[in-house]
């Protein structure tokens, strides 16, 4: 498996002089990211691509090659499959479609009976691909390349991790790996699971899944890896509309939502209802450590954005508990007369960096396990001064932080400086809910 991950040499099989072929993306991607391995294009036809000499075969390379890209036809796979013989290989991509998701099952098995001859371990057919920003690849189709960060990602929906690309990078956040696993015509998500699990550059595992290939070894891998890292799915394929549609997209056959509810339950894996709540969960568990327990302390500066908060936790079980008398008196001295020491704390409209500041650091030392900083945006202050408020607490506290904010344009700046820090922050509370729900959820796997 990490040869996929940390290739020193890649065969593209395919590569293409057409910017509309995707053999060109894929080592576009691979040049324009700076990968630090060797790079063999090959096809008969050409003599160059993008400044690099081609092969007309697997046998010209004149190297072993730690990793093949297959994007030819689907009915040239399995020859393309079997020139790999002429060569050491250590695994293959098939990013080629045209297979079981079409109704061509015969033509995968064919393919998935020659690897297994040729003794390749393939990820596809049917996949973007593979990218590893610690490694500065991008063996996928897709535009763009995500910041370095601690999150991985296994998908069985190519669009999904485009979409997943742009996303973190319009929200500052990076990625460690991203796999498409297209049709898991061998390598599938228990592999993927069991491998991130002892990759040291990845810190949360996110899923997207509409079937499991077999669901009792993933079961009995996800089990072992979440107690040492969180895992995040988001299951395709609820409905009976949406089981009809994951066959047609990668020929999938997907059991009763019920099932997979419980195997993900079984194993420690945290359920994401859909994409947003998804990613939202992956940035909480990769920027903070899990709850101790259930007890969550809300700051605001808007009194119904602190009521709508405490109903949106408590839906799953969170608690927004009366606060110490001690704290409550620590409070009312840093606080103006007529703001509120209960919980959710109320600085009032108009603090600013003080009064969050001192808030959040009484907080941090009573028995709340959890802290929700919420800040409405208004004209009396500048949001950007509540986030160095935020900022300058939190190296004095040792819980877990998250904050939301409701506003426009002048909001988005602090975000990001939260971000940039570590504390994740998000643009309403029902997405800051679901990051409280995640830390939760993290602490009573790990805590008990």
Request: one cysteine or more.
């Amino acid at each position: 498996m990490y040869k996929f991950f940390y290739p020193r040499t890649i065969g593209i099989i395919g590569a293409s002089r057409n910017p509309k072929k995707i053999g060109n993306r894929i080592v576009n991607n691979l040049l324009e990211n700076n990968f630090p391995g060797k790079i063999y294009p090959i096809n008969p036809n050409a003599k160059e691509i993008m400044g690099l000499k081609c092969y007309k075969s697997i046998g010209e390379v004149p190297d072993d090659l730690d990793l093949v890209i297959i994007a030819v036809p689907a009915n040239l796979v399995e020859g393309s499959l079997t020139e790999c013989l002429q060569k050491k290989i250590g695994g293959v991509i098939v990013v080629s479609a045209g297979f079981r998701e079409i109704g061509k099952k015969d033509l995968e098995e064919k393919l998935c009976f020659r690897a297994k001859a040729c003794n390749f371990r393939v990820v596809g057919p049917n996949t973007f691909g593979i990218i590893n920003t610690k490694h500065n690849m991008n063996c996928s189709f897709a535009y763009g390349m995500p910041d370095r960060g601690d999150i991985s990602f296994i998908t069985q929906s190519g669009a999904m991790a485009e979409a997943l690309i742009m996303w973190m990078k319009t929200e500052n956040i990076g990625m460690s790996k991203i796999i498409g696993t297209g049709n898991k015509m061998d390598i599938d998500d228990a592999d993927l699971v069991s491998y991130l699990g002892r990759d040291k550059d990845t810190r949360v595992i996110a899923m997207y899944v509409e079937s499991l290939k077999n669901g009792r070894r993933f079961i009995e891998i996800a089990r072992e890896v979440s107690k040492k890292k969180p895992i995040i799915a988001l299951k395709g394929g609820k409905t009976s509309g949406g089981i009809r549609a994951a066959m047609s997209h990668t020929g999938s056959m997907t059991s009763q939502y019920s099932l997979y509810e419980a195997a993900f339950k079984q194993s420690g894996v945290l359920i994401a209802k859909d994409t947003t709540e998804l990613f939202d969960m992956a940035v909480a568990l990769s920027f903070q450590k899990p709850a101790k327990g259930n007890r969550i302390g809300i700051i605001t500066n808007g009194g119904g954005a602190g009521v709508m908060f405490s109903d949106l936790i408590e839906e799953f079980g969170a608690e927004v508990p009366s606060l110490e008398t001690e704290v409550k008196e620590k409070l009312r001295r840093v606080l103006p007369e007529i703001a509120s020491s209960n919980n959710p704390v109320d600085v009032l409209g108009d603090g600013g960096f003080e009064r969050y500041k001192n808030a959040v650091e009484i907080l941090g030392e009573s028995n709340i396990d959890l802290i929700v900083v919420l800040h409405v945006e208004t004209t009396l202050v500048d949001p950007k001064e509540v986030a160095r408020g935020i900022l300058e607490s939190s190296k004095f506290i040792d819980k877990p932080l998250i904050s939301a904010w409701i506003g426009g344009e002048r909001v988005k700046e602090p975000m990001k400086m939260l971000v940039e820090r570590g504390i994740p922050s998000y643009p309403n509370p029902r997405r800051g809910a679901s990051a409280v729900k995640s830390l939760i959820y993290r602490g009573k796997i790990i805590h008990g």
